[in-house]
């Protein structure tokens, strides 16, 4: 074959490839069942179900990303390990909700009621979390790298072992929150209201701690190495044994400043 002959071959190869490629994107798209019933494992990709009623449904391992859910009512849902990466639930009712293990990466929360939902070990990095209502919620072990919590109510609420590097935590309230073993490296905790707080094992170095208030917290062995406390209040915090911003260990006896 000479190789004009190899080349028009050629060309018919990577057209083929191309339409076999559209065909399957096609297919694909195809199998999202946006008419099907809610029930467990279904799948609703890209589907607009915005403002439905869907309290108490089963939806465990549904696929439901970028799945526009704005407004709808998923009170008590049970939603354990679901894929909700990039889906819009904006002011959605999700209370007691059982979101254990769900895929929120990217997904937009802004105003959406959490209050009583499990999320425990949800995966929420780049999640929009910014004015839901989260009271009474279970946070442990969650996933939130670079997570947008600015101005959260996270009082009482259980964040033990919590990731959220570099999360954006500006003017949260996180008085008597359990953040026992969290890692904060790198978060912007500025303005801050940690009162009370449980912060034993914390990993805050790096973070941006201006004007935090850490009145009563329990900085135990905490981490704060290269931290910035500009006008920090450490007012009766127990920083026993903690790692200072210069990295200094503080004395078991330290309240209320690192001696």
Request: glycine content about 10%; proline content about 0%.
């Amino acid at each position: 074959m000479d190789l004009n002959g190899q080349a028009a071959l050629g060309g018919r190869h990577a057209i083929a490839y191309v339409v076999a490629f559209a065909l399957c994107v096609i297919a694909g798209n195809s199998f999202a069942g946006c008419d099907d019933p809610a029930s467990r494992g279904v799948n609703w990709i890209g589907c607009d179900k915005s403002g439905l009623d869907l309290q108490g449904v089963d939806l465990r391992r549904a696929v439901l990303s970028n799945v526009n859910l704005a407004g709808a009512n998923l009170a008590g849902a049970k939603l354990r390990g679901a894929d909700l990466g990039s889906a819009v639930l904006a002011g959605a009712n999700l209370s007691a909700a059982n979101l254990v293990d769900v895929y929120l990466i990217a997904a937009d929360l802004q105003n959406a009621d959490l209050r009583n939902a499990n999320l425990e070990g949800a995966r929420l990095s780049r999640a929009n979390l910014r004015g839901v209502t989260i009271e009474g919620a279970v946070l442990s072990g969650i996933q939130a790298y670079n997570v947008d919590l600015s101005g959260v109510d996270l009082s009482h609420v259980d964040l033990q072992n919590a990731k959220l590097e570099q999360a954006d935590l500006r003017n949260s309230d996180l008085s008597s929150t359990n953040l026992s073993e969290a890692d904060l490296s790198g978060a912007n905790l500025e303005g801050a209201i940690l009162r009370d707080a449980v912060l034993f094992k914390v990993r805050l170095d790096r973070s941006v701690l201006i004007d935090a208030d850490f009145t009563g917290a329990d900085l135990t062995r905490a981490n704060l190495s290269g931290a910035d406390i500009m006008d920090a209040l450490f007012t009766s915090a127990k920083l026993d044994n903690a790692a200072w911003t210069d990295r200094r260990r503080c004395r078991s006896t330290s309240v209320g400043e690192c001696q």
